[in-house]
């Protein structure tokens, strides 16, 4: 059964750091790429950034908004997808979600990624930026 994890949410003041994590079971984490979206109340989920697969280039992209403070990487385990968040807003508060799909990863893929909602997806983790 193909499942995803979120974990590591939380409550964090303006400029602190946390470590999301996505955990995947049921199938090859590898041969997938891994996106991380958000959506906060009353907008639409937007993607943040997303990892293409081991299998691949492994390449990176990000949302405009989260450049230079967000991190995502692949665990040694193989079966874990972290996002690494430096530097926190009120802006990123939000319900972080983490999805698979067989595609590339790019900018362009993530906007259409979150519109489209295609592939597995988890249930969300709280993340909260308030001083």
């Known amino acids: 059964q193909v499942q995803l994890v979120e974990s590591g949410g939380g409550l964090v003041q303006p400029g602190e750091s946390l470590k999301l994590s996505c955990t995947a079971s049921?199938?090859?984490?590898?041969?997938?790429?891994i996106g991380w979206f958000r959506q906060a109340p009353g907008k639409e989920r937007e993607g943040v950034s997303c990892i293409s697969s081991s299998r691949s280039d492994a390449g990176t992209a990000y949302a405009d908004s989260v450049k230079g403070r967000f991190t995502v990487s692949r665990g040694n385990d193989k079966s874990t997808v972290y996002l690494q968040m430096n530097s926190l807003k009120p802006e990123d508060t939000a319900v972080y979600y983490c999805?698979?799909?067989?595609?590339?990863?790019?900018?362009?893929?993530?906007?259409?990624?979150?519109?489209?909602?295609?592939?597995?997806w988890g249930q969300g983790t709280q993340v909260t930026v308030s001083s």
């Open positions: 999805a698979r799909e067989r595609t590339a990863c790019g900018e362009q893929i993530l906007v259409l990624w979150a519109l489209s909602r295609l592939g597995d």
């Open positions: 049921g199938f090859t984490l590898d041969d997938y790429a």
